[in-house]
């Protein structure tokens, strides 16, 4: 709420006049006018890959980052992005996965590798990416498949575009007990753990140098720290409260018992750019305004326009190739940011205030009683 506030005091004096009832329009150039404050320093590109959502469940899998030469001058007050940005250095290091990673995958393999006649999910091409990858990866692993024997997959539940696997005690479907409850929620990691790897090509790039977690992490906080660190670098991640929060929770992660902080530890204390919030404010109120429909059709998600960063690399025809890696990923959006900026650059001196207003709508304060 406070934030909120912020934002529309901020419209408010820049919005109306000096004069009462003159509006100063509010021009999607003004997104240069943010892109400037960090022009002095250096901008990293960061990603990361997880097995899931779950910052206190999932390990992180890979980092990805990537310091540029932003080809970004400041001629008088105007920034101008004279050339497309450049790779100088760049980070990029696998984690070795977890004893809890390996054991949920375990589970899933086991019970799904012997499955009764007539048992599968619908969606059989995912199932052969899932069950090929876990082969993969537990090839070189102690894997025990007769504690699971008790148990059997009956089936799979669909859930919105996810099919969850059914787990009960083979001899007694009807018996529930917390033995059963452990396995079905290892079952369903392990499943979900499985699709993601495959998505995330994490067992390619054989090249990619893999540690452990923490050792990752170290090695990335030390790859800021060499390019500048907290005072001379700006972090420019695509949704960066999902990226910031899981590496938060699994920073101090204690590696005896696999705990991480409750609320986590601050990990940065630099400065942070969310492209997410950037393309909202301004890219999709300038479409609005211009009915681009060529644009809008691009990237038009159901009823809305998507700031997803794989279907504006598409509609702007930055290479998405590899998408879902964390390295191809932040080069992904170091182009998308460019093209995006590229195209507020040529139209954004239109008025988008009608539009702005509408994504950024003055807060409604709460009555006191």
């Given at each position: 709420m406070k934030l909120l506030m912020e934002n529309w005091r901020k419209y408010l004096k820049e919005a109306i006049g000096d004069k009462p009832g003159t509006v100063v329009p509010i021009t999607a150039n003004r997104m240069f006018d943010e892109l400037k404050l960090y022009a002095g320093k250096k901008w990293i590109f960061f990603d990361t890959e997880t097995q899931g959502f779950s910052a206190?469940?999932?390990?992180?899998t890979e980092i990805g980052a990537i310091s540029v030469d932003t080809g970004i001058e400041i001629e008088g007050d105007e920034m101008v992005w004279k050339n497309p940005p450049k790779v100088v250095s760049q980070f990029n290091e696998k984690a070795t996965l977890d004893n809890r990673s390996i054991g949920s995958m375990s589970a899933y393999y086991c019970l799904a590798s012997n499955l009764d006649d007539g048992v599968a999910p619908v969606d059989t091409a995912r199932e052969n990416d899932v069950m090929s990858t876990l082969s993969a990866i537990l090839k070189n692993e102690k894997v025990d498949c007769s504690q699971y024997k008790p148990f059997s997959i009956i089936g799979y539940e669909k859930k919105g575009k996810r099919e969850s696997p059914m787990?009960?005690?083979r001899d007694d479907p009807e018996r529930e007990d917390e033995s059963l409850a452990d396995v079905r929620g290892a079952v369903k990691a392990g499943r979900e753990r499985g699709f993601v790897a495959s998505m995330t090509n994490y067992l390619g790039n054989e090249d990619v140098k893999r540690s452990d977690e923490q050792t990752m992490l170290k090695n990335f906080m030390k790859f800021l720290d060499d390019e500048g660190g907290p005072e001379g670098v700006v972090l420019i991640i695509h949704n960066?409260?999902?990226?910031?929060?899981?590496?938060?929770?699994?920073f101090l992660t204690d590696p005896e018992t696999g705990k991480a902080p409750h609320k986590g530890v601050k990990w940065w204390k630099g400065k942070v750019f969310d492209t997410v919030t950037?393309?909202?404010?301004?890219?999709?109120?300038?479409?609005?305004?211009?009915q681009d429909k060529e644009l809008m059709d691009k990237i038009k998600k159901g009823k809305f326009l998507s700031v997803s960063q794989g279907i504006l690399a598409t509609a702007f025809e930055v290479n998405a190739e590899h998408w879902h890696t964390a390295i191809a990923d932040v080069e992904m959006l170091m182009g998308v940011l460019y093209e995006v900026s590229k195209y507020v650059q040529e139209h954004g001196d239109v008025d988008i205030r009608k539009a702005y207003t509408q994504a950024y709508p003055k807060p409604k304060r709460k009555r006191r009683r």
């Open positions: 206190s469940s999932f390990q992180l787990v009960v005690y960066a409260k999902f990226d910031m929060k899981m590496i938060s929770r699994r950037l393309f909202q404010r301004y890219f999709i109120p300038l479409l609005k305004t211009t």
